[in-house]
């Protein structure tokens, strides 16, 4: 029986322990980005307490945005109590025209994506009018069986320091 280099082994263990490098994800699209809302009455009067409650602080501001989508360059949020819900991570981001896209992700549920609650999700986002047309297609690989679409309106920029960061 032939003996194992010690080298061979620390590097294949190093290998397996090792973090994983940094994964290069995709931005989403600038005409993407914002916080929107409920294109309907309860959506603009959310976007209005958000934009008063911005005058209090960012803190107080949060408490407003439950139920909106966030949508920064590499996160997208749908936004739960205390902060928590969907988080999709895009991994990739296929133009299907000047005004719709398809997104595959990482979805961590209460958490960004990477927890021992990952999943992946696709969907279509497209913007008509102005308004952004959301579309699930699947969960985990698995077709979304009604295709419901769910349009929402801009309601703000996202803040620069809305995840921790400045």
């Not at 895009?90 to 398809?102: G, H, Y």
């Amino acid at each position: 029986m032939r003996a194992i280099s010690p080298v061979l082994v620390l590097l294949s263990t190093a290998m397996i322990f090792a973090a994983p490098a940094a994964a290069k994800y995709p931005s989403m699209p600038k005409p993407l980005l914002g916080i929107w809302v409920t294109d309907d009455a309860k959506g603009r009067t959310q976007c209005e307490a958000y934009q008063v409650a911005l005058g209090q602080g960012l803190d107080v501001a949060r408490d407003q945005l439950v139920g909106a989508e966030i949508i920064s360059r590499k996160l997208v949020h749908s936004y739960a109590e205390y902060g928590e819900g969907n988080f999709y991570q895009p991994t990739a981001i296929r133009s299907d025209s000047k005004q719709s896209w398809t997104l595959k992700t990482r979805v961590g549920f209460d958490q960004v994506p990477g927890g021992e609650h990952t999943g992946s999700a696709e969907f279509s986002l497209s913007l008509r009018a102005g308004k952004l047309v959301w579309v699930n297609l699947s969960y985990d690989g698995k077709p979304v069986v009604r295709n419901e679409e769910i349009t929402l309106s801009r309601c703000a920029d996202v803040p620069a320091n809305l995840y921790g960061r400045s």
